[in-house]
């Protein structure tokens, strides 16, 4: 009885370090980090009002789907993302302006149908920013600024009271939480996030070790 009441406590154990590894970026802001947005997060906000204009959907659905920094995000221009023929691309370089490496990101099949209508429905030119201002006829790339407070409106419209958790780079952290609690695979995240080491996604991700001990049980020989 004894044995058998120690094998389930040690089951109970395991499985509570594997749900601490899966919802750690979500649910714990650590080192001044932003919140990211959770799978219902993502789905709500696509539901909402706030992605009414073309241009912001289409910057919602790179956004989660690049895993790119704000800056970069809003220096994209249309030739950047599509080909000769102006077909969206399944997948982009980037070379990024903080570290000035190169990163290859992913472009959802929401993030390319979105892209294609809000391209086609403006008639933006190869040469000219994806993501403009306001004022459409100025053809200025939107601001960061401008884009920390479309992020709040979108943690706003995903049901949160205190949008202050929610910030630029909550964007980029969703990708990435959600392909590590579903992989567990930090190298390949560490790509999609362009980092040159381990050690800086490890702490970015919140990889503790609960998480660490729960790949360990998995892989017990």
Not at 62 to 80: C, E, K, Q
Request: charged letters at 25%; a positive charge; hydrophobic letters at 40%.
């Amino acid at each position: 009885m004894k044995a058998k009441f120690g094998f389930q406590y040690s089951q109970t154990l395991e499985k509570v370090g594997e749900l601490k590894s899966q919802m750690a970026c979500v649910n714990r802001i650590a080192y001044g980090q932003k919140a990211p947005f959770t799978a219902d997060d993502v789905a709500a906000i696509r539901k909402s009002r706030v992605l009414s204009s073309t241009r912001d959907r289409a910057l919602f659905e790179l956004a989660i789907s690049s895993a790119l920094r704000s800056g970069d995000l809003l220096s994209l221009t249309v030739s950047d993302v599509t080909n000769a023929n102006g077909d969206v691309l399944r997948d982009v370089r980037k070379v990024q302006e903080k570290t000035g490496g190169a990163v290859r990101f992913n472009v959802s099949e929401a993030a390319r149908v979105a892209l294609e209508v809000h391209i086609k429905h403006h008639s933006i030119a190869p040469d000219q920013p994806l993501f403009f201002a306001s004022r459409l006829k100025a053809r200025r790339p939107m601001t960061t600024r401008a884009f920390q407070v479309l992020v709040k409106a979108w943690a706003d419209a995903a049901g949160y009271r205190d949008t202050s958790r929610f910030a630029g780079h909550s964007t980029r952290r969703t990708m990435p939480c959600h392909a590590y609690a579903h992989s567990r695979d930090v190298v390949a995240v560490a790509k999609l996030l362009g980092h040159s080491t381990l050690r800086y996604t490890t702490t970015y991700l919140n990889v503790d070790e609960s998480a660490a001990l729960a790949v360990a049980r998995e892989c017990e020989l």
